[in-house]
């Protein structure tokens, strides 16, 4: 239902135009609104109106209507004027007031099918038929892109992305958790692909950046084709946020579809990961946490095992570059400088950073 302050403003319109006053009731007689001079009637009235078979009273200069939500009555309205034209006056407002709520519901029960879409909480024989219902297309390309924005950005990140994603588009804006929103993108056509939804995150973190200041991270799953399979694209967007944060803290927008050797580490049980790190670093596992070592290690991998552009990058002499890189050799029994050492090393950092992860979500 819409909220009291939609109600009272539809009402208000309504008054300036037909100079009709108005009051809104429940059916228990409770007032909802009332405009300026709106008279309500007794609650004993009110309610045996509601109760009644008949659609509309007359009291005095008052008319007394229903306001219907489907089979069932939600409100009593009483419309007051000294015109003619009073009871239709009555008649549109009680019109206007039902399309208002009906279009307010609509919009509520689509967040709610989605929210429960999302999270597995609907039977596969309820989701075509509720999706029926909602006007909402089954047999359309769609795909998840979550946005981590942060609790304290969480409204001005909505009002932002709801101004870009628009429900007219077949796009969805939703969220089942503070920090994080949910965008249900709708793909237009056959051609669109991997690309149009790198762009379309891309832009919206742009967006997000310069306009709200948000430093907002983005990720999606795989392109789905029924809305029964509108969760999967949903798990998939949320592993590829994990293991981007994890792994690749460089990246604003991340896919499920290319996520490397982070997607295979990411699922390791942690036993086998702390066997691993112990094979790597011995008994004293400090070293692979040592910021120095990470820190020389990445920017050696990144510079292609060159040792020149490291250093400069470090801003570190290369002799000071080569003493370290010997003597993680011999904490390790690796030569960063060898192609197999340096992919063990890399591999192992990154369990590590997993291992690091793991710990702080405990």
Known sequence: MASSQILKGCLDELREITRTEFCLQDTAGKIVVCTQFGQPQPETIVSAFAESAVD??????????????????????TASGSGDNTFMVARMAVSELQHVSAAYKERYD??????????????????????????????????VILFKVGTANHEIARQTLSGLFTTQNGDYLTEV???SLILIKQMKTKGDNYATLDEVAETAVDMLNMEAMIKAIAA???????????????????????????????RTVISYNRLGIGRLVYQLPRNLCRIFIREIFG???????????????STFFENNLNVSETARKLFIHRNTLVYRIEKLEKQTGLDVRRFDDALTLKVALMVCSYIKYIESQE
């Open 220 to 250: 999606y799953g795989t392109v789905i084709h029924e809305l029964k399979d509108l969760s999967k694209s949903f798990k998939e967007a949320k592993m590829a946020m994990d293991v981007g944060r994890i792994f690749y803290a460089d």
């Open 177 to 179: 958790e503070q920090g």
């Open 110 to 143: 689509r967040h709610n099918f989605f929210q429960d879409l999302l999270l597995d909480n609907l039977l596969l024989v309820d989701v075509a038929s509720r999706a029926r219902k909602l006007h909402i297309s089954d047999q359309v390309s769609r795909a």
């Open 56 to 77: 509309s009273q007359i009291i005095g200069t008052s008319f007394l209507l229903k306001v219907m939500d489907d089979e069932t009555v939600s409100f009593v309205l």
């Open 283 to 297: 008994e004293d596992e400090s070293a692979a946490f040592d910021p120095e070592v990470t820190t020389t290690v």
